[in-house]
Antibody
Framework: EVQLVESGGGLVKPGGSLRLSCSAS????????MNWVRQAPGKGLEWVSSISSSGTYIFYADSVKGRFTISRDNAKNSLYLQMNSLRAEDTAVYYC?????????????WGQGTLVTVSS | EIVLTQSPGTLSLSPGERATLSCRAS???????LAWYQQKPGQAPRLLIY???SRATGIPDRFSGSGSGTDFALTISRLEPEDFAVYYCQQYGNSPRTFGQGTKVEIK
């Protein structure tokens, strides 16, 4: 069974940093692209970042470029999102989601999400 | 950036009725790289349709997707009680990947 479990969310002050993790199981992690998608309270979905299976190709939404860094450790079946210079508008539930990659970038499995709250 | 506009914002229907949701793109979506997701309150989104018209694993055949270019649709042939939720389209042919703002299907 495919499982994605996010962790690392919490309350942080504006300007602060947080590192999210996503632990994967039930599939060959190193064969899939991975994504972060967020959802502000009561709002829609916003794609944040993606990383290819090997980590070679990385993309970011303009809203987080230069502040967030996506990475992965295929030996540990884990995905990460380092978030720096956090702003109130980064408050959201952050989901990790799997994609096959190579053009088949629809998100076929999602974790349950971790809440990040940026507030003083 | 490709902007996806979903309509209507809210659809009020009764169980057993047919639902048709629209997703219009600001420019052509490459190779029909368009997906539909369902989200219920407090839950993660679930993939329904990819490649504009292919059903994901385990998705009932009352869900169907259609369209190409800039105009896409999700149809639910007969609404079941568990289908009342928010539906999002997403294009994954261009970066940045973008989502529509969602259509809520509510019980009339």
């Amino acid at each position: 069974e495919v499982q994605l479990v996010e962790s690392g969310g919490g309350l942080v002050k504006p300007g602060g940093s947080l590192r999210l993790s996503c632990s994967a199981s039930g599939f060959t992690f190193s064969s899939y692209s991975m994504n972060w998608v967020r959802q502000a309270p009561g709002k829609g979905l916003e794609w944040v970042s993606s990383i290819s299976s090997s980590g070679t190709y990385i993309f970011y939404a303009d809203s987080v470029k230069g502040r967030f860094t996506i990475s992965r450790d295929n030996a540990k079946n884990s995905l990460y999102l380092q978030m720096n210079s956090l702003r109130a508008e980064d408050t959201a539930v952050y989901y990790c989601a799997r994609a096959l990659g190579h053009g088949y970038d629809y998100l076929d499995y999602w974790g349950q999400g971790t809440l990040v709250t940026v507030s003083s | 950036e490709i902007v996806l506009t979903q309509s209507p914002g809210t659809l009020s229907l009764s169980p057993g009725e047919r639902a048709t949701l629209s997703c219009r793109a600001s420019q052509s979506v490459s190779s029909s790289y368009l997906a539909w997701y369902q989200q219920k309150p407090g839950q993660a989104p679930r993939l329904l349709i990819y490649g504009a018209s292919s059903r994901a694993t385990g998705i009932p055949d009352r869900f169907s997707g259609s369209g190409s270019g800039t105009d896409f649709a999700l149809t639910i042939s007969r609404l079941e009680p568990e289908d009342f939720a928010v539906y999002y389209c997403q294009q994954y042919g261009n970066s940045p990947r973008t989502f529509g703002q969602g259509t809520k299907v509510e019980i009339k």
